[in-house]
């Protein structure tokens, strides 16, 4: 089974930016980016089809975070900008085998990182 594995997390004052980055142990299909905030559910927050160019964010970082990879690295990358307080939360890189359409629902995946924390202080 493929193995995910996050990094970037970090803490970053408001307005800040911070870059995460997820490899995986092999090749891929779709990928996306979850959150989840103490006391709150895991929700989407971006999800990007193998062809790169197909992509699904959450209303609430469009415009604001941008999701990106590179499959001959097998590598997947969350650029988030303008961040604010309400954007700290474990983040999450997950696989999914779903590419007739661009998944974004948790049970839409199959394989999990650890997560990585991101804190943004206000």
């Known amino acids: 089974q493929v193995q995910l594995v996050e990094s970037g997390g970090g803490l970053v004052q408001a307005g800040g930016s911070l870059t995460l980055s997820c490899r995986a142990s092999?090749?891929?299909?779709?990928m996306g980016w979850f959150r989840q905030a103490p006391g709150k559910e895991r929700e989407v927050v971006a999800a990007?089809?193998?062809?790169?160019?197909?992509?699904y964010y959450s209303d609430s970082v469009k415009g604001r975070f941008t999701v990106s990879r590179d499959n001959a690295k097998n590598t997947v990358s969350l650029q988030m900008n303008s961040l604010k307080p309400e954007d700290t939360a474990v983040y999450y890189c997950?696989?999914?085998?779903?590419?007739?359409?661009?998944?974004?629902?948790?049970?839409?995946?199959?394989?999990w990182g650890q997560g990585t924390q991101v804190t943004v202080s206000s």
């Open positions: 990007i089809a193998r062809n790169g160019i197909n992509t």
């Open positions: 092999e090749v891929t299909l779709t």
């Open positions: 997950a696989a999914s085998m779903i590419f007739l359409y661009v998944p974004h629902r948790t049970f839409e995946f199959d394989v």
